[in-house]
């Protein structure tokens, strides 16, 4: 019966809800457990950009926000930061500029 269908559904999604989570995030992208699996040893389980180690959960999903297609796995810093400037490699250039310049 449907009430036990749907019971049934909330015991399985509360036993694996990690794994439902992430079948949810990389379905998102168009991608499978086995391809985010592949990306990540590709990686060295690291982040793309800083290289700080991280497991199946603690990463973002780096996207084209125009074609949406993957680039990679970041750190939650590393994405957030690639967020506020807004994909801009010139600004990543200029921020780096500004750091260089302005040493102690």
């Known amino acids: 019966c449907l009430g036990c269908k749907r019971e049934n559904g909330a015991k399985y999604r509360a036993a694996h809800k990690q794994m ?4 949810t995030r ?9 391809a985010l699996e592949a990306l990540l040893l590709k990686q060295n389980g690291a982040c793309a950009i800083c290289g700080k180690s ?6 973002r999903i780096d ?7 993957v680039r990679g796995l970041l750190c939650v810093p590393c994405n ?6 807004k ?18």
Do not use: W
Not at 54 to 59: A, I, K, Y
Not at 80 to 85: E, N, P, V, Y
């Open 87 to 104: 994909d801009s490699p010139e600004a990543l250039l200029h921020a780096a500029e500004y750091l260089r310049d302005n040493r102690d």
């Open 26 to 34: 990389v379905g998102r992208y168009g991608l499978t457990i086995e």
């Open 63 to 69: 996207h084209d926000h125009a074609g949406a297609r």
């Open 20 to 23: 439902v989570r992430l079948k």
């Open 80 to 85: 957030t930061a690639l967020c506020l400037f």
């Open 54 to 59: 991280f497991d199946l959960s603690g990463f």
